[in-house]
T-cell receptor, first 113, second 111 residues
Framework: DAGITQSPRHKVTETGTPVTLRCHQT?????MYWYRQDPGHGLRLIHY???????DKGEVSDGYSVSRSKTEDFLLTLESATSSQTSVYFC????????????FGPGTRLTVT | QQQVKQSPQSLIVQKGGISIINCAYE??????FPWYQQFPGKGPALLIA?????SEKKEGRFTISFNKSAKQFSLHIMDSQPGDSATYFC??????????FGPGTRLSVLP
């Protein structure tokens, strides 16, 4: 998985609780992404980062926030989890603008009850 | 404008047969079209990709056919094997900054 780890790999949480997912890379890639994967929707971009402290919104960013204080870590936070945020979350990397290859982590399965 | 459509949703092929998955896009500015393969419980992995100035790209049993005028591209898997059973996603990107993915095709290759 190109030096990408995600934690936790599985999580069950209750509606209204905060949740933070972590993506860690050892590749020193500039760009990092958070996607959610749902049946029939493929992969949808939540947020991405193009450098330390530089982030931008994706297609489905409502209800999510991100932070990147170090090159190697990209955190995704659900401030108050809802059942609609039950999904599989993938982190991805790319070397930078102009690099077309993305490398995906193993995913985190989140269930909000 | 940013959507990538993909069909079929699921596909069943006999071992040795040809698997064909089709995608269509709208944004003519896209400059790179990758295909990803995903096995259950794993993240997607890049399989093969093509740029719009090329009509076909082949890597082993996997071939991408690209029709720029029709804004369509397809993945052909020749001599399909049970180990090819996975979900396949087409995607499109501009400058490698943001990627738009199709909804996926679940391929089952019967032994």
């Amino acid at each position: 998985d190109a030096g990408i780890t995600q934690s936790p790999r599985h999580k069950v949480t209750e509606t209204g609780t905060p949740v933070t997912l972590r993506c860690h890379q050892t590749e020193n890639h500039r760009y990092m992404y958070w996607y959610r994967q749902d049946p029939g929707h493929g992969l949808r971009l939540i947020h991405y980062s193009y450098g330390v402290k530089d982030t931008d919104k994706g297609e489905v960013s409502d209800g999510y926030s991100v932070s990147r204080s170090k090159t190697e870590d990209f955190l995704l936070t659900l401030e108050s989890a809802t059942s609609s945020q039950t999904s599989v979350y993938f982190c991805a990397l790319s070397e930078g603008q102009g690099a077309r290859e993305q490398y995906f982590g193993p995913g985190t399965r989140l269930t909000v009850t | 404008q940013q959507q990538v459509k993909q069909s079929p949703q699921s596909l069943i092929v006999q071992k040795g047969g040809i698997s064909i998955i089709n995608c269509a896009y709208e944004n003519t500015a896209f400059d790179y079209f990758p295909w990803y393969q995903q096995f259950p419980g794993k993240g997607p992995a890049l399989l093969i990709a093509i740029r719009p100035d090329v009509s076909e790209k082949k890597e082993g049993r996997f071939t991408i056919s690209f029709n720029k005028s029709a804004k369509q591209f397809s993945l052909h898997i020749m001599d399909s094997q049970p180990g090819d059973s996975a979900t396949y996603f087409c995607a499109a990107t501009l400058y490698g900054q943001n990627f738009v993915f199709g909804p996926g095709t679940r391929l089952s290759v019967l032994p």
